[in-house]
Nanobody, 117 residues
């Protein structure tokens, strides 16, 4: 199991930016596809973006394309989510996960992002 710790959330005005971080334990970080997900109050958790293992190729949900950017530092076992042009609908708890062979790890505590309009 990979332990995941998210950080960097906060309160920001609409149009502002935040950078989230997700630190993972273990020595095989590069072999995991790392994904960011979010869950707004009263809604299901939804996919935001993923960085494919080894290649780092990124896949974005349509709702965040051109505004969010995922990056990863395999030497630091950390994946980042740069969020620009934030909207009120981006308000949610953001969580990361490490996926390999179709299996998800346990979820971390997540980090709250609140966008005020």
């Amino acid at each position: 199991q990979v332990q995941l710790v998210e950080s960097g959330g906060g309160l920001v005005q609409a149009g502002g930016s935040l950078r989230l971080s997700c630190a993972a334990s273990g020595r095989t970080f590069s072999s995991y596809t790392m994904g960011w997900f979010r869950q707004a109050p009263g809604k299901e958790r939804e996919f935001v973006v993923a960085s494919r293992r080894f290649s780092g190729d990124a896949y974005y949900a349509d709702s965040v394309k051109a505004r969010f950017t995922i990056s990863r530092d395999n030497a630091k076992n950390t994946v980042y989510l740069q969020m620009n042009g934030l909207k009120s609908e981006d308000t949610a708890v953001y969580s990361c996960n490490a996926v390999r062979y179709g299996r998800f790890n346990s979820w971390g505590q997540g980090t709250q992002v609140t966008v005020s309009s």
